[in-house]
Each structure stands twice: as structure tokens, then as C-alpha cells.
């Protein structure tokens, strides 16, 4: 029976996920799983494959935080559950490079050890008797004609039960052109290196078919191999046709996962390989209670929905959309105040939560964007402008068609959370336009908007809301003021020689705001330079790779256990990896070291890639990186020193609160324009690192993920002690 009006009985130990990111562990995500219709349609497919052995791939869709990857760990660990050590199941984060690095990973993770020893079996019959070389080389060429026509993938395989040609082999089984020994025994260098990428892991997990074993693979986050260089092309489609194909011949069961626009970048060659599409759902909130339950009787032995009530998770369900990364955070957030006030959840405290947890920015901080944006684009507009009568609040923007009473407003407004709040809007744009017929209005939501309501507001805007994203809001809002004056012109019939007087008009102010810009660009990057000089003058460990636990020249010794230390060392060195801007720095100021970058010394490089503004922001975002990373080290060497003897429950909200502030920072910093700096993360011809190019594209790929969900390692490992 649930105790549906108390507060938590059970203390103050919050039972929910602070960072609400799946975790890949051999016996699932470690969370709670609400069984949706995805899950059970996803569930049943693999139970077919698992009962059939019938080759299938599925594809699974979904936006951000809808639980893709929660579902796909608890497909492999099904498979492990059911097939016990008669299977294999791996989960695959798909790099955002090659099908090259997509298959070193793959088989980083199967190992070497585990395909020796399958085809050691592999070679040995039901009497015991071991197949001789040649007679396994001939074999193994027989039987993956299936996948490959390859005659070298039988002779690789062979070699690598040989422990004086093994490592040859496994080298070029990674996509590495053959050594003397391969070649001797007639293995010839690859023509299309990502096309036998592919085969290779279709013949592996072939090789498990034909041990009457089945094969699991989950390729997670497909979309990022697909548009690693701008929209596929044929050669990228040809490869994953490829790869399903031979995945399907294999006798594999083939998850790929990504999000909703995935399907339109496919071919229709492609699209037909694909069996099923499991579509996730948005969360009810039965699903809710449930998903609560599960949660507090796995943690606190009790399946309680106390603190929340009936009413207040189907609230939240509405509120954060169905979608349960949104509503585990939310979850976390309310049982934390519900226990500090020692009351149940209220409608009160959920609207207060959602606020806080969605309403990352504030008006002021919007209404500053909506100047850039407008100043930008060269619009005249005018701030808190009154239109109707004096009873009428002013509109936030006012954007005037010249010499006309017409012209566009922008309304700004909080996370619209209560049909009353919808119908106030509504209102609003009536007496708008009964003021000023001719106006358009748009609508920026600073927070959240449900979709439900989004639908209801539609219908009375002149355009769709916009709901503030830092990444996309100048461009949607920019869009859709050029779209409505263009549009107020041509209703209001506006001569010719009008609209091109305003466009100069225009353009002349956008040249007047982009010099100023510039000017503003010079003034901040001579303080950088300041700023730069100051830190070479300081210690020399500023520019440096995070220290181990111990460090020799300081003599400071980290608190930190070390695997966490190592953690924070792999974040810092993974960071210098993908952006080589640490490394170009230093070259800059060491004149007696020789750069090998077109020649010229790293100083002139840096000065020729700083030019690029788009780069300056990069350089940008890798620094309050690297900040925030040393600021969430030092956070948690004191939270450690202090608190590891005997951790209270108060102490370990603290820690949630400290891995929490560095996800939740990091999640809305602009990674994606790391990109722009593999210009510096490169290396020159004859570079230092003599890495080749595949290698350094599977740095590459790998180096960001060290960021996401940093704050959640940290705190399993130091709970883990």
C-alpha cells in the first residue's frame, strides 16, 4: 500500500539520479525500467532473433533524453540474461568520424583474447581432434564467403592462433596494412580500408553464428557517423548498406539508434534493410509512478510514491513532456525539497522545480540576445514600446515598418506551465493587433512550453513560439523577423522604391554594428594577450596537463584516490588531444623548438588560425573547459578530504550538488565547436606525435566523450571508495 500524503520516511538519502544519464554496465543501465511500448516492442524482436537465430536489424529513434540508450543496454542485458555464456552483446558508441574507428572500437571491446579463444574452439571438432592449418585456413575461406569474397580475412584469422604471427595478424584485422609475415602468406594491402572495416566485423560475428552462438551489437548514436562530413554521401551509404547487410548474413541481431532525422538521411537501399522502427514514447504518468516505485523500492527496499501523489506526477508528466530524462531530474529535485520541508510534493513545488531546473537563462539574459540578433541584422527597433492604451503592458521589442503604423513585436515571456497563462497570451495578441492591425507577433518562451500548449499558441502568433536555445535561438529568431516584415510589406502593398530605400538603410546599419564589432573583437583579444603574458610569467604548471596524485615539483600530493585523479588526467589530456591549442601556445613562446606547420613556427600558425572568428570562439570554449574540469577537481579533492572517512547523508547531497553543477554546466557549453580546431589538433607533416591518420581520427572521435557525463563517474568512483 502506498503512503500517498506523508512526506519520505526513509531520511534524507535521495533515491533518484541527480544527472539522470544512463549508465553501459554488463548487467544494464543500474536504474529503474518502466516497460513502454518501445521496450516491449524492441523486447519482443530480440526475443525472436534469440529463439530463431534469424539475422535482424531494428532501428531505434528518438530525441535527446527520450531513453535510447537506456533501452539498448537493457536489450544487451536481456541477451546476456537469457543466452547466459552461450552469447555476445556489445554496446557501441558510434565515433563521429570513419567506419574505421568504428571498427577499432568494436574491437577494442570484443578483445583479442575473446576471438583467439573462439576460434581455437572454432578448430577443434565435437571429438576433440585439432584441424590443422591449413585445412582451418580452408575452412574458415568456405564458410565467410558470406560475408566477404576475401581470401585474406581465412589466412589473417588463421595467423592469429599462431603466438609468433598473432599480433601481425590483430594488427591488420584493425585495419592496419599487413606486415612481412601477412604478405608472405599473400595477404595484399586493402584498396578501400573502410569497405574491409565492415567485413571484418560481419566476419566476426559470423564466427560466433557458427558456433550456434548468438550475437548482439548495439550501435548507439548512428547520426553522428553519418554526418561526421555534412550530409552523407553515396560511398557512406554504400558502407552501411554494407555493414547491415553483413550483420544480417552473420546471423546477428543489429540495433542502430540515433535520433529522429536519422531515417531522412538514409537511402532507400538502406531504408529497405531495416526491419522494424521502434519509435520511443513519452512517459505517462502511470509510467511515472511506476518508474517511481521501482526507484525507492531498489534504493530504500520500499515501493513508495510517497513523497509525490497521484496528482503531482501526472502534473509532472505533462509538464516535462513524457520525456524521462527530463523527468528523473525533476524527480531528484522534489524529493529533495520535499524532504527538506518535510511535506509532500505540491503543484506548488513542481511549477517552482521546473522553473529553476528549464529557466537556464533569465528575461534579461534573452532580452539581450533579441538586441544582438536585431542590432545584427540591422533592424531599428524600439524597447518597452507601448501599444494600445496605457492600461496595455508595453511590448518587450518593437520593430516599426518606416513611415507605416505597422510593424512586428517581441514578446518575451517565463515557462508557460497553466492553461490560464495560455489564454493571458492569447488576450495579448488580440489587443495587439485590435491597437496596430497591421503587426505581427512573436512569441520567446524563456524556459519551458509544453508541447500541448505550443499547439494552442500556434494558432494565435504569426509564427510558432520560440523557445530559447542558446545554440539555434539567434538564427530562429533572425528567421522569423526577416519573414514577417517581408510579409508586412506585401500586405500593406509597399512601393518599390520604399522597401529598397530600408533594405540600404539596413544594410548600412549592419555595417556600422559589424565595424564596432570588430573594433569591440580588437579591444578583447589585446586584453587576451595581457591576460596570456601574465600567465607564461606565473608558474609554469598553468599550461600544463593536469598533475597526477603526485607532483614532483610541488611536492602537492592530490587526496584524490587514483582512479578518480586519473579521471580528471584523462579529461584535461583528452581536451589538449582535440583542440592543440595548449601545445600551439607554448610552441608560440619556445622559439629554439621547430614547428612543422607549413613551414612556418608555431607563433605565426597560431596568429593565422586566430583570425577565424569562429576559431576564437572555439579557443573560447576550450578554455572555460579546461576551467570548469580543474574548478570540478579542486571541488572534489575538498569534498573528499573532508567527507571521506564517514560520509553523512548531508555530505553526499553535497557531492550531488557538486557533479551535478559540472553536468549541468558542461551540458550547455557549445562543444560542438571544438570542431573547428582541428586545424591546431593537427599536426603537420613529420609532426612529433607520428601518428597516422586514422589513429588521430579515432583520438579525436574518442576525446569528447571524456566530457559528457564526467560528474557522474566522478561521484561512482569516489562512492565507490
Excluded at 115 to 128: F, I, K, N
Amino acid at each position: 500500500m502506498d503512503a500517498l500524503g506523508g512526506p519520505p520516511a526513509v531520511g534524507p538519502v535521495n533515491p533518484f539520479s541527480p544527472t539522470a544519464v544512463a549508465r553501459v554496465t554488463e548487467d544494464g543501465t543500474g536504474g529503474s525500467t518502466v516497460i513502454t511500448a518501445a521496450i516491449r516492442d524492441a523486447t519482443a524482436q530480440l526475443d525472436d532473433y534469440l529463439r530463431t537465430g534469424d539475422g535482424a536489424v531494428v532501428a531505434v529513434v528518438g530525441d535527446y533524453g527520450t531513453g535510447k540508450t537506456h533501452l539498448a543496454v537493457e536489450l544487451l542485458a536481456h541477451t546476456r540474461r537469457v543466452t547466459g555464456a552461450a552469447g555476445r552483446a556489445i554496446y557501441l558508441d558510434a565515433p563521429g568520424d570513419t567506419f574505421l574507428s568504428l571498427h577499432r572500437r568494436f574491437l577494442t571491446l570484443l578483445s583479442r583474447d575473446v576471438v583467439r579463444d573462439l576460434l581455437t574452439r572454432y578448430r577443434t571438432d565435437p571429438a576433440g581432434r585439432t584441424t590443422s592449418t591449413d585445412l582451418l585456413v580452408l575452412r574458415l575461406r568456405e564458410e565467410l564467403a558470406e560475408v566477404t569474397t576475401d581470401p585474406a580475412f581465412g589466412t589473417a584469422l588463421a595467423m592469429l592462433l599462431d603466438p609468433a604471427t598473432e599480433a601481425a595478424a590483430w594488427d591488420w584485422l584493425s585495419g592496419h596494412p599487413p606486415g612481412p609475415a601477412l604478405v608472405a602468406a599473400g595477404v595484399t594491402p586493402s584498396a578501400d580500408v573502410e569497405a574491409t572495416a565492415v567485413e571484418a566485423m560481419g566476419v566476426l560475428a559470423l564466427l560466433h553464428g557458427r558456433r550456434h552462438e548468438r550475437f548482439a551489437l548495439v550501435l548507439d548514436e548512428l547520426d553522428k557517423i553519418l554526418t561526421a562530413g555534412g550530409r552523407p554521401g553515396q560511398e557512406t551509404m554504400a558502407r552501411l548498406q554494407r555493414l547491415l547487410g553483413v550483420f544480417t548474413s552473420a546471423g546477428a541481431f543489429l540495433v542502430i539508434a540515433g535520433l529522429p532525422d536519422m531515417l531522412h538521411l538514409l537511402s532507400t537501399d538502406v531504408r529497405q534493410r531495416i526491419g522494424p522502427i521502434v519509435r520511443m514514447s513519452a512517459l505517462s504518468g502511470a509510467d511515472v509512478r511506476t518508474f517511481i516505485r521501482q526507484t525507492q523500492l531498489r534504493a530504500l527496499g520500499e515501493a513508495r510514491l510517497a513523497p509525490f501523489t497521484v496528482e503531482t506526477t501526472e502534473y509532472l508528466a505533462n509538464l516535462a513532456d513524457g520525456v524521462p530524462r527530463r523527468v528523473i531530474r525533476l524527480c531528484y529535485h522534489l524529493f529533495q525539497r520535499a524532504a527538506q520541508a518535510n511535506t509532500p510534493v505540491t503543484h506548488v513545488m513542481v511549477r517552482e522545480v521546473v522553473r529553476v531546473q528549464f529557466d537556464l537563462a533569465n528575461r534579461q539574459d534573452v532580452a539581450a540576445d533579441v538586441r544582438r540578433v536585431l542590432t545584427q541584422d540591422g533592424w531599428s527597433y524600439q524597447r518597452d514600446h507601448l501599444v494600445g492604451s496605457m492600461r496595455d503592458l508595453p511590448v518587450d521589442f518593437w520593430i516599426p515598418l518606416e513611415e507605416r503604423n505597422a510593424g512586428c513585436c517581441v514578446l518575451l515571456t517565463e515557462s508557460v506551465l497553466k492553461s490560464e497563462e495560455v489564454d493571458d497570451l492569447n488576450r495579448r495578441v488580440v489587443a495587439i493587433r485590435a491597437a496596430v492591425p497591421d503587426s505581427e507577433v512573436v512569441l520567446v518562451v524563456v524556459g519551458h512550453l509544453p508541447a500541448e500548449f505550443a499547439a494552442d499558441l500556434a494558432g494565435t502568433f504569426s509564427v510558432e513560439p520560440i523557445v530559447h536555445d542558446p545554440q539555434s535561438f539567434a538564427e530562429d529568431l533572425s528567421g522569423s523577423v526577416k519573414a514577417l516584415m517581408r510579409r508586412l510589406e506585401q500586405a500593406i502593398g509597399a512601393d518599390a522604391l520604399t522597401s529598397v530605400r530600408q533594405r540600404v538603410e539596413r544594410i548600412h546599419r549592419q555595417q556600422s554594428n559589424t565595424q564596432r564589432s570588430i573594433e569591440q573583437l580588437s579591444y578583447q583579444l589585446d586584453e587576451i594577450r595581457g591576460e596570456l603574458r601574465q600567465d607564461l610569467a606565473g608558474p609554469a604548471g598553468r599550461l600544463s596537463v593536469v598533475p597526477e596524485r603526485h607532483d614532483a615539483a610541488t611536492g602537492v600530493t592530490s587526496p584524490l584516490p587514483g582512479r578518480v585523479a586519473r579521471v580528471f588526467v584523462e579529461a584535461i589530456t583528452a581536451l589538449d588531444q582535440l583542440t592543440g591549442f595548449e601545445r600551439r601556445l607554448r610552441d608560440a613562446f619556445a622559439p629554439h623548438r621547430v614547428a612543422t606547420v607549413a613551414g612556418a613556427d608555431g607563433g605565426q600558425a597560431l596568429r593565422s588560425l586566430l583570425r577565424s572568428r569562429d576559431v576564437q570562439r572555439a579557443v573560447g570554449t576550450s578554455v572555460v573547459l579546461r576551467r570548469l574540469i580543474e574548478a570540478f577537481r579542486e571541488g572534489a579533492e575538498q569534498w573528499y578530504d573532508g567527507h571521506r572517512a564517514n560520509p553523512q547523508p548531508t555530505d553526499l547531497e553535497r557531492l550531488d550538488l557538486l557533479c551535478e553543477t559540472y553536468d549541468g554546466i558542461a551540458e550547455y557549453l557549445p562543444l560542438f565547436q571544438l570542431d573547428t580546431l582541428s586545424g591546431l589538433a593537427a599536426p603537420g607533416a613529420g609532426g612529433e606525435d607520428g601518428a597516422d591518420p586514422a589513429d588521430r581520427s579515432r583520438t579525436w572521435s574518442q576525446a569528447r566523450s571524456v566530457f559528457d557525463g564526467l560528474g557522474g563517474r566522478v561521484r561512482q568512483l569516489l562512492l565507490a571508495g
